[in-house]
């Protein structure tokens, strides 16, 4: 299995609201990411677990929460956004080995609006 | 400050032709370099990546040339068909521990018919 799933694929929440976004991978891989995309540009980076312990964090609003509760999953909880965000989040795994590459596998994203 | 530089930002190939996509860096701490293709509404997918000790990488139709002395790297597709039209992205990452890929602002290819 050489997929990263993501769950929804799309979603529309107020800026009141509370959500979540889900990403799974069964590859194996001990770092696990999400980055957020707008329309044209790269992905950015916002956060980075390794070994189920947030590792980085570029800086994001607090709005943005994640949490690896296993090496399979990672979720990023959301809470009062502001229509800004509404970006591709993207989630990505690979390995942690040294001598390797190290690829980032990326999911299909969610679409987020925030009205 | 744009660690890696792309270029160009869009391009136009007929079918058949070839493509060619450029990226320059400054950070010579840098040791890996991949490029990764996205097409709309996906996530972005590997493609073919090289680390400074080769100078060329091959697979299928794409091939990456390195020149670690200009600090330059470029995709070139060969023979491109109107499914290689999609978003570019080159990218560089530096050795050790720390996994954040520095990206290039993208190159969306259309390859016509």
């Known amino acids: 299995d050489t997929e990263v799933t993501q769950t929804p694929k799309h979603l529309v929440m107020g800026m009141t609201n509370k959500k979540s976004l889900k990403c799974e991978q069964h590859m194996g891989h001990r770092a696990m990411y999400w980055y957020k995309q707008k329309a044209k540009k790269p992905p950015e980076l916002m956060f980075v677990?390794?070994?189920?312990?947030?590792?980085i964090n570029e800086s994001v609003p607090s709005r943005f929460s994640p949490e690896c509760p296993n090496s399979s999953l990672l979720n990023l909880h959301l809470h009062a956004l502001q229509p800004e965000d509404s970006a591709l989040y993207l989630c990505a795994s690979s390995q942690v080995a040294r001598s390797s590459y190290n690829e980032q596998f990326f999911g299909p994203g969610t679409r987020l609006t925030v009205l | 400050q744009q660690q890696v530089k792309q270029s160009p930002q869009s391009l136009i190939v007929q079918k058949g032709g070839i493509s060619i996509i450029n990226c320059a860096y400054e950070?010579?701490?840098?040791?890996?370099f991949p490029w990764y293709q996205q097409f709309p509404g996906k996530g972005p997918a590997l493609l073919i990546a090289i680390r400074p000790d080769v100078s060329e990488k091959k697979e299928g139709r794409f091939t990456i040339s390195f020149n670690k002395s200009a600090k330059q790297f470029s995709l070139h597709i060969m023979d491109s068909q109107p499914g290689d039209s999609a978003t570019y992205f080159c990218a560089a990452r530096k050795g050790g521990n720390n996994r954040k890929l520095i990206w290039g602002l993208g190159t969306s290819l259309a390859v016509n018919p």
């Open positions: 950070n010579t701490a840098f040791d890996y």
């Open positions: 677990y390794s070994y189920e312990k947030l590792s």
